[in-house]
Nanobody
Framework: QIQVVESGGGSAQPGESLRLSCTGF????????MAWYRQVPGKEREQVAS????????YYVESVKGRFALSRAYNQNTMYLQMNSLRPDDTAVYYC?????????WGQGTQVTVSS
């Protein structure tokens, strides 16, 4: 059974750090693009960052460049999003996405709240 499981969300004050994890279970092989998206109520889901199976970063949204770092266990369906210098506008539900050849799987999301 294919599952996408996120963890690591929570609350932080501005300037603090959080680390999100995502693991895909039940996927045949590991040649999948993995990505983080985020969504706040009333807005469209926004792609935050993405990474290939070989660990090549293919995208960072402009607002997180220099603050967030995406990594992935080599040839595994596990990735990490290190979020530093958090800001209130990073508050959102963060979703993990795993996909290949038009098939896309989503996790349930993990809440990140940044406030003082």
């Amino acid at each position: 059974q294919i599952q996408v499981v996120e963890s690591g969300g929570g609350s932080a004050q501005p300037g603090e750090s959080l680390r999100l994890s995502c693991t895909g279970f039940g996927f045949p092989g590991s040649d999948y693009l993995m990505a983080w998206y985020r969504q706040v109520p009333g807005k469209e889901r926004e792609q935050v960052a993405s990474i290939t199976a070989a660990g090549t970063i293919t995208y960072y949204v402009e607002s997180v460049k220099g603050r967030f770092a995406l990594s992935r266990a080599y040839n595994q369906n596990t990735m990490y999003l290190q979020m530093n210098s958090l800001r209130p506008d990073d508050t959102a539900v963060y979703y993990c996405n795993i996909g290949r050849s038009g098939l896309i799987y989503w996790g349930q999301g993990t809440q990140v709240t940044v406030s003082s």
